[in-house]
C-alpha cells in the first residue's frame, strides 16, 4: 500500500538528550514538511524540503534539524536546544504542481 | 502577514444536529482552501475549494468558498458520534507549498 509512515508511535526524551523521529513515503512525492501540533495551536510549521538535498526553515524551526539525502526520507531530529519538545509531530508529502498534502500518522513525543 | 482563522474552537453537538464550522482568511496570492478532519492522529483530507460559490458535497459533509468575503464553511448535516473530531482549514502559502493552518474546530457529537 502507498502512504506514508513515521515511526515510532511515541518518543520518550531526557533533558539534554537529541531524538530523531522518522517520516518515510512511498507516494513518489516530491515535497515533504514537518509540522508541530499542540493542543489549540493548530499545526505550525517545522521544515520543509521541496526536492533531495535541500530544505527550508519554517515558522519555528529553531532547536529542529532536518536532512533529505532520499526522496523517500525527510528524518527531524529534535535537539537539545529545543526547550519545550512536548508535542504532536506529523510529516505530509505532496506532489509537486498539487496542492493537497496527506499526512503520516503522526509521532507524540514526551519529555521525562 | 498570511492567517487563516476557525471557528468556533470547540463545538458540543447531539447526534441528529447540523453543524456549521467556519474557516476564514488573509493569505496573499490566494489560490485554494483545503478542510481536513483529523480523528487523534493523522489528518484525512475531505475537501479543496477553488472557486467561489461552488459546493463540494461528499455524503453529509459540503462546503463552499466565498473568496470575496474571504471565508468558507463546512457543513455537517444529521451527526453522528463518528464525526467527533477536529476539523482543520488550510491555504497555500506563496513559499514551497507549504499550508497555513487555522487553530481547528474540536468538534463533539453526543449519543
Known amino acids: 500500500d502507498g502512504g506514508i509512515t513515521q515511526s515510532p508511535k511515541y518518543l520518550f526524551r531526557k ?13 513518489n512525492h516530491d515535497a515533504m514538511y514537518w509540522y508541530r501540533q499542540d493542543p489549540g495551536q493548530g499545526l505550525r510549521l517545522i521544515y520543509y524540503s521541496q526536492i533531495v538535498n535541500d530544505f527550508q526553515k519554517g515558522d519555528i524551526a529553531e532547536g529542529y534539524s532536518v536532512s533529505r539525502e532520499k526522496k523517500e526520507s525527510f528524518p527531524l531530529t529534535v535537539t537539545s536546544a529545543q526547550k519545550n519538545p512536548t508535542a504532536f509531530y506529523l510529516c505530509a508529502s505532496r506532489k509537486q504542481h498539487q496542492e493537497t498534502q496527506y499526512f503520516g500518522p503522526g509521532t507524540r513525543l514526551l519529555v521525562l | 502577514e498570511d492567517k487563516v482563522v476557525q471557528s468556533p474552537l470547540s463545538l458540543v453537538v447531539h447526534e441528529g444536529d447540523t453543524v456549521t464550522l467556519n474557516c476564514s482568511y488573509e493569505v496573499t496570492n490566494f489560490r485554494s482552501l483545503l478542510w481536513y478532519k483529523q480523528e487523534k492522529k493523522a489528518p484525512t483530507f475531505l475537501f479543496m475549494l477553488t472557486s467561489s460559490g461552488i459546493e463540494k458535497k461528499s455524503g ?33 502559502g506563496i513559499e514551497g507549498g507549504k499550508l497555513i493552518f487555522g487553530q481547528g474546530t474540536e468538534l463533539s457529537v453526543k449519543p
Open chain 1, 15 to 27: 533533558e539534554g538528550q537529541n531524538v530523531t523521529l522518522s517520516c518515510e513515503q512511498n507516494l
Open chain 2, 60 to 92: 453529509r459533509l459540503s462546503s463552499i468558498l466565498d473568496k470575496k468575503e474571504l471565508f468558507s464553511i463546512l457543513n455537517i448535516t444529521a451527526t453522528q458520534t463518528g464525526d467527533s473530531a477536529i476539523y482543520l482549514c488550510a491555504a497555500p
